[in-house]
């Protein structure tokens, strides 16, 4: 091996064994004031494990003392950058609450939906922590009528509001998917029957969602599969609704790709449909 690559991978352990050593010797120290300066340091410098590892003690020590707010504060942007969302927004809502009227409190309260935002899951698990996120984001917009971050926060509000409607999108989809499975059915109702009121709901909940012509989609599509599965003794009124649904999804979408099936849905019903 090169003589150089040799001394230069000696002095990079020596490097990483002074910056350990300093670290420990840190940690163990009484100087509250040396380990607050460090701990910044180690903020700034981008290294939050160790930022974080020293601020956890701090925050306890230094209750009442200058530097105790700050040190709150970084303690649970250190948690954010180093993406432990759930303890982050666990410490910017200590902030509000200990420093309402804190240095840090307009921002503490837009990181409390920040967090929560980033640990919201995908459209199709469990969505709570989406409604804490608006929750959380209402809140900042409420108190901080001239917020900084009113913009972003506005943002995440109409991305986390999607979130829910494809939530509902993808349970009325699903509900439609089952069809004539009755394994999950009760009180006699039906899958299409389902997936008609969460699409209507859906649409009643959030009436400019971009996702409007998928929910009436399923609401045309759910109809007129009820139609066909239904006893002669309701093949009429059922034909007749699928078939006003229709007309409407044409007129409210008149250049649909799915303007065919709509079409052709109307055709059928009219055989059964009688004036």
Known sequence: ?????????????????????QFNQIYKSSDNDLKYEYAKECYLRGKYV???????????????????????YMLAMAEFKNK?????????KKYVKTYPKGVYAELASYYIGESLYM???EPRLDQTETVNAISAFQ?????????KKKTEAQ????????????????????????????GNCTSGGSNYEACIITAQNALKDYPYTSMREDFAKLVMKSKFE????????????????????????????????DRGLAEKYIETCKKYVKD
């Open 84 to 92: 432990d969302y759930e303890t982050a927004a666990e410490y910017f």
């Open 50 to 72: 160790k930022a974080t590892t020293l601020l956890q003690e701090l925050v306890t020590i230094q209750k009442g003392t200058d530097n105790a707010e700050e040190s709150l």
């Open 1 to 21: 091996m090169n003589k150089k690559i040799i001394f230069s991978m000696t002095g990079v352990a020596l490097m990483f064994t002074s910056c350990v050593n």
């Open 155 to 182: 943002n995440r509000l109409f991305a986390l509001q999607d979130k829910l409607v494809k939530k509902e999108l993808y349970s009325a989809q699903l509900y439609y998917n089952l069809g004539t499975y009755f």
């Open 119 to 121: 640990s919201t899951p």
């Open 226 to 257: 009820l139609a066909q599965q239904s006893v002669d003794s309701k093949k009429m009124d059922r034909y007749r609704d699928a078939e006003d649904e229709c007309y409407g999804f044409i007129n409210e979408y008149p250049d649909s790709k």
């Open 139 to 147: 809140d900042y917009l409420d108190l901080y009528q001239d917020a």
